[in-house]
Nanobody, 129 residues
């Protein structure tokens, strides 16, 4: 099963981008959907995640107040609105889906990449200073 992530690009510091995650093979509303990012030379880190069963949402401390995750059931997408971007947000952004976390969204495990079984191809976000 493949997810598709889109919406990346080049933006100046302070700008905004909106990423979108969708799938032509699965309905996202039966999964925990997470957004992760990986900068060159760094480990993949969780950015935000939403449980589409109970609506619970989590954000990494580094993006709280700037990023907003949301679901569009009609479009079968989970979007990540990113505002007030800074160069530290530069990375490849991936969306991923987890069935395990959908049924058991343990907060401590929300950003554990190994619990997400379906991944998108990644979209590049570059923020210039």
């Amino acid at each position: 099963v493949q997810l598709q992530a889109s919406g990346g690009g080049l933006v100046q510091s302070g700008g905004s981008l909106r990423l979108s995650c969708t799938s032509s093979e699965i309905g996202l509303d039966h999964y925990q959907i997470g957004w992760f990012r990986q900068a060159p030379g760094k480990k993949r880190e969780g950015v935000s995640s939403i449980n589409l069963r109970d609506g619970s949402i989590d954000y990494a401390d580094s993006v709280k107040g700037r990023f907003t995750i949301s679901e569009d059931k009609f479009k079968n997408t989970v979007d990540l609105q990113m505002d007030n971007l800074n160069p530290g947000d530069t990375a490849v952004y991936y969306c991923a889906a987890s069935e395990i976390l959908y049924y058991s969204p343990v907060r401590a495990n929300i950003f554990t990449p190994d619990l997400y079984t379906h991944w998108g191809q990644g979209t590049q976000v570059t923020v210039s200073s």
